[in-house]
């Protein structure tokens, strides 16, 4: 199939550091133009990646005619408002997460594709990563018996007020940042929706965002627990347990682009967790999330296979985020 012509939009470092790199050594993915509201920043980030066109506003991406796609690594609040606007254009898009402020702000694009006929994805790049394809094969085929809980932890250390993570008003802070990748890998996991989520919050004093955010989702077969942080040490875990068996997710959500990924699976027949006689590894060979996941969306976008995550499954994972936050204010369960 003939490559898909990718615009995107903003210079943030998400895209010109990890994401077009990754999606330039694809099968199905040509970067052909970048777009900045500085011309000499979108014109320096094209010189350095080798994108063909620089523009030096949004606007004019969008109306260039040879763009058939749009990535979109803006701050959170811009998410919605300029993957509408590129749906209005005709492109398809995809999104870094989260994909709105709210369930209530996401779900406004459902109106936008269903009128333009457009794809719009949200950028789990994890959704499509073999290690969690394997991991949820493993589940399906029972190989740890009936799935009970998942648990997750994802840290880093961020005390930049400059730093978009680091600024409330904008969608930032640990859960929307982070927390969101345990909700999804959970949902994907259990292949359900949590009924209902109890919540802890903790804010950092200056910034107002949340810190330290831990969260117990309630769902129909099981529980998945997870904590997030923007000022802890920087580490991330997901344990996957079963009546039967365990696997262990090593490097869930920053999987390295340079060397194998590992989870590991344990039979439940001797104690000892990753180091017990009875955990046997899985490898995966060297791959780029990033690359894969721009060429699956490219795929879908060629009608070569069915659209990797629905717009409708972003939407769900808001409301589990929305949810956290209600609970974390009424100190209760929150209905999902």
């Known amino acids: 199939m003939d490559p898909v012509n990718w615009g995107v939009i903003s210079t943030a470092d998400i895209g010109v550091k990890k994401v077009i790199p990754a999606m ?21 980030a094209a010189d350095e990646l080798g994108i063909p066109k620089a523009y030096g506003s ?17 701050p959170n609040h811009l998410h919605v408002e300029w993957t509408a606007k590129a749906a209005e254009a005709g492109k398809h898009v995809l999104c870094e997460k989260p994909l709105g402020m709210d369930a209530a702000d996401a779900a406004r694009l459902l109106e936008v594709r269903d009128r333009t006929g457009v794809m719009i994805q949200e950028a789990f790049m994890v959704r499509t990563n073999p290690q969690w394809l394997r991991a949820r094969e493993l589940v399906r085929e029972g190989a740890i018996g009936e799935l009970r809980a998942v648990d997750t932890l994802f840290s880093y250390y961020n005390v930049d007020a ?44 200056d910034f107002k965002t949340d810190r330290l955010t831990s969260g117990l989702m309630d769902f129909p077969n ?43 699976i344990d039979d439940g027949n001797e104690a000892g ?28 976008i060629r009608g070569q296979r069915e659209q990797p995550i629905p717009l409708e499954d972003a939407i769900a994972n808001m409301k589990v985020i929305d949810a956290v936050f209600r609970s974390a204010e009424s100190g209760a369960w929150e209905e999902v």
Do not use: W
């Open 58 to 74: 949004y606007e004019e991406l969008l109306a260039d005619p040879e763009i058939e796609a749009i990535y979109n690594p803006l």
């Open 162 to 205: 400059a730093n978009v993570r680091n600024i409330a008003d904008i969608g930032g802070g640990g859960l929307m940042d982070i927390g969101c990748y345990a909700i999804t890998t959970s949902r994907f996991l259990f292949e359900d929706e949590p009924r209902r989520v109890v919540s802890l919050i903790e804010r950092d004093p």
């Open 273 to 300: 967790g990753a180091t017990g006689g009875n955990v046997r590894t899985e490898t995966f060979d060297v791959a780029d999330q990033y690359q894969i996941a721009g060429d699956a969306f490219s795929a879908a």
């Open 24 to 44: 330039q050594t694809g099968e199905h993915c040509r970067i052909a133009a970048i777009s900045s509201r500085d011309a000499a920043r979108a014109q320096a």
């Open 222 to 264: 099981g529980h998945a627990t997870f904590v997030v942080s923007t000022q802890l040490v920087p580490y991330q875990r997901s344990q996957i347990l079963g009546t039967k068996g365990r696997i262990e997710v090593e490097i869930p959500f920053n999987a390295p682009p340079d060397r194998p990924n590992r989870i590991f």
